[in-house]
């Protein structure tokens, strides 16, 4: 299971930490984040390995979130920083094994948190 945390109301310009808890041990490769804005479709954001350090982001968050792992916590985390108004969603943690060139579909993943609600507003 995936327990996602973290979201918020926050001003523009603003940051948060948002977390995703995995119960038990996992075996996935990757753990990733997704969102979907009211009347979107899911998207991808940012992806890490559990185990390998490796990580991508989508092009609209880049240099503004990072994606990283506590390996022993068995908790990822995903730092958004000079959050606009256009990063407001709903934020899923997930969890899967696919190839690096899968990681950007939401149907290659198999394991799904309940979602935070990011809201970037003034």
């Known amino acids: 299971q995936l327990q996602a945390s973290g979201g918020g ?24 984040w997704f969102r979907q804005a009211p009347g979107k479709e899911r998207e991808f954001v940012a992806a890490t390995e559990w185990n390998g350090g490796h990580t991508y982001y989508d092009d ?4 503004r979130f990072t994606i990283s792992r506590d390996r022993v916590e068995n908790t990822a985390y995903l730092q958004v920083s000079n959050l606009k108004p256009a990063d407001t969603a709903v934020y899923y943690c997930a969890q899967g094994s696919t190839i ?11 394991y799904w948190g309940q979602g935070t609600l990011v809201t970037v507003s003034s």
């Open 100 to 110: 690096v060139s899968g990681i950007y579909q939401s149907r290659n993943y198999g």
């Open 60 to 63: 609209s968050v880049e240099g």
């Open 9 to 32: 109301l926050v001003q523009p310009g603003g940051s948060l930490r948002l977390s995703c808890a995995a119960s038990g041990r996992t075996s996935s490769r990757w753990v990733s």
